[in-house]
Nanobody, 129 residues
Framework: QVQLVESGGGLVQAGGSLRLSCAAS????????MGWFRQAPGKEREFVAA????????YYADSVKGRFTISRDNAKNTVYLQMNSLKPEDTAVYYC??????????????????????WGQGTQVTVSS
C-alpha cells in the first residue's frame, strides 16, 4: 500500500541543477523520516540526504553538503532533493526511502539504509563532463 514515486531525473551538464521529487502515499507522513540514497554502477548504495517529517531536521552526506538541499511539502506529501552544482560523480540512480520515526531517535540512523522500510523504484541522474 505504501508507494514512493520518484521523478525529475535526467541528463544534465556538470555545474547544472536538477530537482528530484518523491511523492509518498499509503503512510502516516509525520511518522516517517524521509531520505535520499543513490547507487552508481559498481558501487554500493550510499546516503545522500534525509529529513525528519516531525522536526524539519536535515542531514547530508559530506559529498553533497552545500550543493544539495532536501525539503518537503506536506500539502503535496512530497519530498524534494534540489541538486545544484552537479558533478559527474553525482551520476547514479537516486532512491527515495521512508523510515519509521521510532528508529530515527538516534540521528546516526538517518545515514544508513537499514532503518528505511520503504523504497521507491529510483530515478536516473546523469551528469556529463
Amino acid at each position: 500500500q505504501v508507494q514512493l514515486v520518484e521523478s525529475g531525473g535526467g541528463l544534465v551538464q556538470a555545474g547544472g541543477s536538477l530537482r528530484l521529487s518523491c511523492a509518498a502515499s499509503g503512510l502516516t507522513f509525520s511518522s516517517f523520516g524521509m531520505g535520499w540514497f543513490r547507487q552508481a554502477p559498481g558501487k554500493e548504495r550510499e546516503f545522500v540526504a534525509a529529513i525528519s517529517w516531525g522536526g524539519g531536521n536535515t542531514y547530508y552526506a559530506d559529498s553533497v553538503k552545500g550543493r544539495f538541499t532536501i525539503s518537503r511539502d506536506n500539502a503535496k506529501n512530497t519530498v524534494y532533493l534540489q541538486m545544484n552544482s552537479l558533478k559527474p560523480e553525482d551520476t547514479a540512480v537516486y532512491y527515495c526511502a521512508a523510515a519509521p520515526r521510532v528508529r530515527m531517535r538516534t540521528s546516526g540512523n538517518y545515514y544508513r539504509p537499514e532503518p528505511y522500510d520503504y523504497w521507491g523504484q529510483g530515478t536516473q541522474v546523469t551528469v556529463s563532463s
